[in-house]
């Protein structure tokens, strides 16, 4: 039986007296005007989720259905465990690293081990005024840096030694993820200054990740067999749901990148959902023409690389330019995988680079065409088009140069040290058995 | 006693079964196998890697049979695995030197 609530004196004084602190905070030396809505709370906690999601098990089995029976393991474990690894070095040390300073280039240590950030400390969105619970932000992020490091493993796949893919994680977020974040999307970080549009992470994420793998895939060397032995993927199925899962996740990535439940959130969620559509249709499109059938892995990683090149766009581009960006990084990574793979000659596994790496670089610079009013984009009106794609090729330039020095440094380091690659026996015997000591299937 | 051995089109392996059991033959062993003959395999196509499986599946069935019965066995499994098109597969007959059944231990032809 329901009873009529009848709100006793008390409780109007009481949520003042509640309320009153949190209008009264101060956002690091600024006014005591600053808000926080619930809305966003609840809506960059959802998005932290998602983009958890998206990782395990989204990329992981995206990844694991693409590689063979005996490694499949081997692959679910580096995304799970780096992503994990990740995530608490982050919170040792990455945040203090990309999101404090006035350093162009990097962080301080002011925040190691989240000192000075509680349950009080605010963070500031993009809004004057508004601010986050700083372990909002602080999660946020997190889980960006654990799948960008993760996204890497796919270059390498079925060959690497786990603890090499563990120490190298550990060098590049470090060295190669950190500056690459604090530049771009840190106040005083040197590309952000210049004025670089990246959304959620097009150079910070897919290029830096990209280009960390094709390194690593030219120092590792081919797979045993590569190009002779027949390596078909061994569960498309698995394919399939981890790049549902991706795409379903993307929504927090692009999304809460936002940083507050509004109009910016829900362009970017528009433009998620519309360029990855339009990215599968003309990646299969353009499978139809050059070898007659439209493939379930084709629209797989249509619907990712339109992710990713939709990445660095989503708050930015208008949905029409969101489609188009979606119909370009289709076909061009299409060529990522088969032209362009077969020019850089290396075993590059699950394709990162032909899908982020390319991805990343084809969305960052349309980002550039797209953002423009005249175009359907949020650009202001002094937004001139051929300035900014300087500005963004610039910043891909310097990602991709950061990223292959570090990445080539790391390995090689590595490979001194531990050593990249298991031995040829190991090599035909699985990663999962030699490795981690189990199988994927029974037999 | 003889081993016949058969490899078949899959989709035809209920057809053979019925046939055989119609004949009075007691028992088979059927393996999953692939192989091939003149027909020819398909392409798959992965991104950018294109594989040429020659290798189709296949049916193996494995029946033990009296001399006297070989010949029938072999037109009863010929007709009902017959399709007419390449890859109906071939028919293999071996001697079998001796057979025991395991829970009785009977040995030739009361093996079978």
Not at chain 1, 86 to 113: D, H, M, N, Q, R
Request: include cysteine; hydrophobic fraction near 55%.
């Amino acid at each position: 039986m329901r009873v009529p609530f009848r709100m006793p004196a008390w409780m109007p004084v009481m949520l003042w007296g509640l309320l009153a602190p949190v209008a009264a905070l101060a956002v690091d030396g600024a006014t005591d005007a600053a808000t926080m809505s619930k809305g966003d709370v609840a809506w960059m906690l959802t998005s932290t989720v998602l983009v958890v999601a998206m990782t395990v098990p989204g990329l992981a089995l995206f990844y694991g259905g693409l590689v063979r029976a005996r490694n499949m393991l081997s692959v679910l474990m580096q995304v799970f465990v780096v992503f994990s690894l990740i995530v608490v070095l982050w919170s040792v040390y990455g945040y203090s690293l990309a999101f404090t300073g006035t350093g162009p280039f990097l962080g301080g240590f002011e925040k190691l081990f989240l000192s000075g950030v509680t349950i009080d400390t605010v963070a500031e969105t993009f809004s004057a005024g508004v601010v986050l619970p700083e372990y909002v932000f602080v999660g946020f992020q997190a889980t960006f840096a654990g799948i960008t490091c993760a996204l890497i493993v796919g270059s390498f796949a079925e060959r690497m030694k786990f603890p090499a893919v563990l120490a190298f994680a550990v060098l590049w977020f470090t060295f190669g993820y950190l500056p690459v974040a604090h530049m771009v999307w840190y106040g005083e970080g040197l590309l952000f200054k210049d004025g670089a549009l990246d959304f959620a992470g097009g150079t910070v994420v897919h290029i830096n990740a990209g280009v960390a793998g094709l390194v690593g895939a030219w120092m590792v060397g081919k797979r045993l067999g590569h190009g002779r032995e027949a390596m078909p993927p061994h569960s498309l199925p698995l394919t399939m749901v981890g790049a549902s899962l991706l795409w379903v996740g993307w929504f927090g990535f692009n999304g809460g990148s936002a940083l507050e439940a509004g109009p910016t959130a829900a362009l970017a969620v528009l433009n998620t959902l519309f360029a990855t559509a339009a990215a599968a249709l003309s990646w299969i499109t353009g499978e139809a023409f050059t070898k007659g059938k439209a493939s379930m892995l084709g629209a797989a990683s249509g619907a990712v690389a339109g992710l990713v090149a939709v990445t660095p766009a989503a708050g930015s581009v208008g949905p029409m330019g969101a489609i188009v960006i979606g119909l370009v990084a289709g076909i061009a990574c299409l060529w990522g995988v088969s032209g362009l793979k077969r020019m850089l000659g290396a075993d590059d596994a699950l394709d990162v680079f032909g899908v982020h790496g390319l991805g990343g670089i084809v969305g960052a610079l349309l980002t550039g065409v797209f953002t423009a009013p005249g175009l359907g984009g949020t650009g202001g009106a002094d937004f001139a088009i051929a300035s900014q794609l300087f500005i963004q090729a610039k910043g891909v330039l310097i990602t991709i140069a950061w990223s292959g020095g570090v990445s080539l440094i790391a390995y090689k380091l590595v490979d001194l040290i531990i050593g990249l690659r298991v031995s040829e026996d190991e090599e035909r015997i699985g990663l999962d058995i030699v490795a981690h000591g189990e199988s994927a299937y029974a037999k | 006693m003889k081993l016949v051995t058969a490899i078949i089109k899959p989709f035809k392996l209920d057809e053979v079964r019925e046939a055989l059991s119609a004949l009075g033959v007691q028992g088979i062993t059927v393996t999953e196998v692939k192989g091939f003959g003149r027909q020819k395999g398909h392409t798959e196509l992965y991104r950018g890697a294109e594989y040429v499986v020659d290798f189709l599946p296949k049916a193996k069935i494995e029946a033990a049979v009296a001399d006297e019965l070989v010949e029938r066995v072999i037109e009863t499994i010929e007709a009902a695995a017959r399709t007419g098109k390449i890859g109906d597969g071939k028919i293999f007959v071996h001697a079998i030197e001796q057979a025991v059944r395991i829970r009785t231990g009977e040995t030739g032809l009361d093996a079978l």
